[in-house]
């Protein structure tokens, strides 16, 4: 069974970066989609970033040119570079993963999406 493991939240001050981390264990499928969502308190949870097991990125609109999502299959870990955080950065960040490669369109919903971490928490000083 695949679990999901984040790491590498805590506070950051805006403007500054931070690098979260994403471990997974278990069997891997030959073709997946690994992504990071996050929520904050009375709201849904939200895209941030998504990767195909082909190296296709997918990022929402408002973390584009300031996030970076990558993979290290030897580690078998996912991670989000965070880099000129604003304050409404500041959330539960979550990785999940579907089995299957997701579109530009699905990987942004949380239905392809069978497996997730419990979350780390993003906050953000002024």
């Known amino acids: 069974q695949v679990q999901l493991t984040e790491s590498g939240g805590g506070l950051v001050q805006t403007g500054g970066s931070l690098r979260l981390s994403c471990a997974a264990s278990?069997?891997?499928?030959?073709?997946?989609?690994l992504a990071w969502f996050r929520q904050t308190p009375g709201e849904q949870r939200e895209f941030v970033a998504a990767?195909?097991?082909?190296?296709?990125?997918f990022y929402e609109d408002s973390v584009k040119g300031r996030f970076t999502i990558s993979i290290d299959n030897m580690k078998n870990t996912i991670y989000l570079q965070m880099n000129t955080v604003k304050p409404e950065d500041a959330a539960v960040y979550y990785c999940?993963?579907?089995?299957?490669?997701?579109?530009?369109?699905?990987?942004?919903?949380?239905?392809?999406?069978?497996?997730w971490g419990r979350g780390t928490q993003v906050t953000v000083s002024s």
């Open positions: 999940a993963r579907a089995s299957g490669l997701t579109t530009a369109f699905t990987s942004r919903r949380i239905s392809p999406y069978d497996t």
């Open positions: 990767i195909l097991s082909s190296g296709i990125t």
């Open positions: 278990g069997r891997t499928p030959a073709s997946y989609t």
